[in-house]
């Protein structure tokens, strides 16, 4: 009775994991090259953002996360640069070279993460999760007569819990 927890558990894992090993193969068959400089701190960073941006266990939330990570690194800050370097080369604001937008991505998304951390702990997009009206389960507990509950829990324990 219920779900198998450990054998759901184990093929999330192993379904994520094949998905990995499959992104890995495109990643070197793109890159030629793969060893562990491949893979820097700014990246992990984010796709931290990423993830934390839009709001965990939210797939939706995730998506939209990284199309706002993406763009501001892309669009943005890079617009933002061309800006304000046009601005320095007219002599209009003398900027240091590095002040510069594109240079301060690791200032900007660490801002990013402790303003979402501080203001909106659970993204843009929350998880949605099921909310269940105590009333209600009271209900359908009482409706469930005695003896049937009673063999459900002999048999669950019986089998060794609902892990296996």
């Known amino acids: 009775m219920g779900i198998p927890l450990v054998k759901t558990k184990l093929a999330a894992f192993a379904i994520g994991a094949s998905f990995s090993g499959m992104m890995g193969v495109v990643f070197a068959a793109k890159q ?3 060893d ?11 796709v931290l953002v990423m993830v934390l941006l839009g709001g965990m266990g939210s797939v939706p939330g995730v998506i939209l996360g990284a199309a706002v990570v993406t763009i501001l690194n892309l669009q943005v800050l890079t617009e933002l640069s061309n800006w ?4 320095n080369t007219n002599g209009v604001v003398s900027i240091p070279d590095a002040l510069s ?4 991505q690791r200032f900007i998304f660490g801002a990013l993460l402790i303003i979402f951390a ?18 209600k389960l ?6 469930v ?14 089998a060794g819990g609902a892990d296996q």
């Open 32 to 34: 030629t090259f793969v």
């Open 36 to 46: 562990a400089t491949s893979f820097t701190l700014l990246e992990s960073t984010t």
């Open 84 to 87: 304000l370097n046009q601005l």
């Open 101 to 104: 937008p594109a240079k301060m």
């Open 118 to 135: 501080l203001y909106r702990s659970k993204g843009l997009i929350p998880a949605r999760n099921k909310r269940y009206d105590p009333e």
């Open 138 to 143: 009271k209900k359908k507990v009482a409706e």
């Open 145 to 158: 007569p005695a003896s049937k509950s009673h063999s459900l829990v002999k048999e669950t324990t019986a």
